[in-house]
Structure formats: structure tokens, C-alpha cells
């Protein structure tokens, strides 16, 4: 069993920042994609972006700039730096992992959300 257990929500004023973190433990042999989603009341959940095993990054148009996605593989975590914050990107926030077991079988875990508030 894997968790995933994010931090560094908080309440912001627009134009601040946030650095959003994302752990993963348990039985992990390794992880494959890692991503940030977010979901704002009465809205579907939405890619916000994502990293590959090798690094490779892929982010939403309406971050592109403001926000910076990493990841540390020997710590098993992803990152979110958010710059520039405006009041659209209020939502909760959840980290993907795409994690190959011991078994080496992949699975797909979610974190529990983490509340970002931008106030204006």
C-alpha cells in the first residue's frame, strides 16, 4: 500500500506565492509520472501539470509561467512552486503518482487535497 500525503496550502493574497509538496511512503519500488490536479467548487478536476520519470514537464495554459512543477526521486516527492497566484486558482489541490509496486506492477495514487485559497 502506498500513501500520499500533501502540504503547504495555506491562505494567499493574489500575487503571492505557495510551495505545494507532495510525499509518497510505503511499498514503492518506484514512480513513474507525478502531477498536481486541482478542483474548484461545482468544477471538474483539472491537470494542472505533470513530470516524468525523466524530468520531462507538461503544464496546463493557465499556469504556463507562474507555476513550476519538480521532483525528487530519492525522497519519493513532487513539488508545486506557484508564483503569481490569482483568485481563479483557488481549488484543492491533489498530487498524482504513478507507482510501481514491489510486484512491479503500477498503480495510480491519489493524495488527499490540500486548500489553496487566493485572496484578492
Known amino acids: 500500500q502506498v500513501q500520499l500525503v500533501e502540504s503547504g496550502g495555506g491562505l494567499v493574497q493574489a500575487g503571492g506565492s505557495l510551495r505545494l509538496s507532495c510525499a509518497a511512503s510505503?511499498?514503492?519500488?518506484?514512480?513513474?509520472?507525478m502531477g498536481w490536479y486541482r478542483q474548484a467548487p461545482g468544477k471538474q478536476r483539472e491537470l494542472v501539470a505533470t513530470?516524468?520519470?525523466?524530468?520531462?514537464?507538461n503544464y496546463a495554459d493557465f499556469v504556463k509561467g507562474r507555476f513550476t512543477i519538480s521532483r525528487d526521486n530519492a525522497k519519493n516527492m513532487v513539488y508545486l512552486q506557484m508564483n503569481s497566484l490569482k483568485p481563479e486558482d483557488t481549488a484543492v489541490y491533489y498530487c498524482?503518482?504513478?507507482?510501481?509496486?514491489?510486484?512491479?506492477?503500477?498503480?495510480?495514487?491519489w493524495g488527499q487535497g490540500t486548500q489553496v485559497t487566493v485572496s484578492s
Open positions: 498524482k503518482m504513478v507507482v510501481v509496486s514491489l510486484t512491479s506492477k503500477a498503480y495510480q495514487y
Open positions: 510505503g511499498s514503492i519500488f518506484s514512480i513513474n509520472a
Open positions: 513530470i516524468s520519470n525523466s524530468g520531462s514537464t
